[in-house]
């Protein structure tokens, strides 16, 4: 190695101090059943926090969701809500690799994540529901929104589920399958 300027190398990389301490074997017993009760504790704590997580190895986190679904303020649609629920739905835990662009073709993805079609439930959302809007003359992209407990969010906070005014609109409600 070339150097600029004379460097010492036993001080650069001198070996560090190491502290050993030896200890009985008199308590371990005490000592290991405690750490099996602290350790039991924390898989239960870790298993009630994933109580609502996906199945089919997807672990998405509905309060994460719905946290990042509440962040959302505009009251303004900006055209990217696809992209809207799939980085929410990241940054809870899904891995979403391959994605559609529309939002009406949304539906297969959800159900790769672990979510289910279910009857239309608007009256009484859960946390983290999804519903998609299928394509209408007037929108080639389709839309989709999930319910952050308080409201219906897209890319921008919606007034309630019924963002196109044309009645001949067809929705596909989707909940996760742990909440059903």
């Not at 059943?33 to 350790?39: A, E, K, L």
């Not at 994933?50 to 997807?58: I, L």
């Not at 990241?90 to 009406?104: D, E, L």
């Not at 999930?146 to 001949?168: E, I, K, L, M």
């Amino acid at each position: 190695m070339i150097y600029d300027h004379q460097a010492n190398m036993s001080a650069v990389h001198a070996p560090v101090q190491a502290n050993v301490i030896i200890r009985s074997q008199s308590g371990q017993n005490a000592k290991r059943q405690s750490q099996r009760n602290t350790s039991a504790s924390a898989r239960k704590n870790q298993s009630e926090s994933y109580k609502n997580f996906g199945s089919k190895g997807q672990r998405i986190d509905i309060e994460k969701f719905t946290s990042y679904l509440q962040g959302i303020t505009r009251n303004t649609s900006t055209k990217m809500c696809a992209r809207s629920i799939r980085i929410g739905l990241q940054s809870s835990g899904a891995k979403i690799v391959n994605h559609p662009v529309a939002a009406a073709d949304w539906g297969t993805t959800l159900q790769q994540l672990g979510y289910r079609k279910i009857n239309l439930s608007f009256d009484r959302p859960k946390k983290g529901d999804i519903y998609i809007i299928d394509r209408t003359s007037e929108h080639k992209y389709g839309h989709i929104a999930a319910y952050s407990g308080t409201a219906w969010v897209s890319d921008f906070r919606q007034t309630g589920y019924a963002v196109y005014r044309s009645p001949n609109v067809k929705y596909t409600y989707y909940r996760l399958d742990s909440y059903l």
